[in-house]
């Protein structure tokens, strides 16, 4: 299956649910307004396509014509087709190249360290070790 084609645009709204949960046109467009402006008309247009794709859902809102909106599914499948394609394109595959460049443009913190510790260790035992087979 094709993964679909996500503009940056796109992405800033799916964002903005992931942080919100659910929410109607009017409220994403209050909650992005400060870095990504638009009218009404043009929020609606983007969820619409959203929704096409499959990557928003909606239903009728508690009170009046609002619909409410939701992410279709979790963040994980979303952003792994973003990460996948800026690795091929910027990176040419190197995900260390990736990782450096995050670093260099905002140090993880303290705990961020430790989280990303953890990730690199439950890496660690599910990968195989050189020359033999996981047990």
């Known amino acids: 299956m094709p993964r679909p084609n ?3 645009a ?3 709204v799916i964002a903005c649910l992931h942080r919100h949960g659910e929410a109607t046109a009017a409220q994403l467009r209050e909650a992005m307004q400060s870095y990504r402006p638009m009218s009404h008309g043009a929020m609606v247009t983007l969820l ?6 499959n990557l928003v859902c909606r239903k009728k809102g508690p009170v ?17 087709n973003v990460v996948r394609d800026l ?15 995050l670093f260099e443009t905002k140090p993880p913190t303290t705990e ?3 989280k990303i510790q953890q ?3 439950d890496l660690r035992e599910k990968t195989p070790k050189e020359g033999g087979k996981k047990s």
């Open 87 to 101: 690795v091929q394109r910027i990176f040419h595959g190197d995900g260390a190249a990736l990782v450096a460049s």
């Open 64 to 80: 009046g014509k609002a619909f409410v909106y939701s992410v279709a599914q979790r963040r994980g499948p979303t952003f792994r």
């Open 119 to 121: 990730l690199l260790n």
């Open 10 to 12: 796109e992405l800033d």
């Open 6 to 8: 996500v503009p940056p």
């Open 112 to 114: 961020e360290v430790e």
């Open 48 to 53: 619409k396509r959203l929704e096409a794709k």
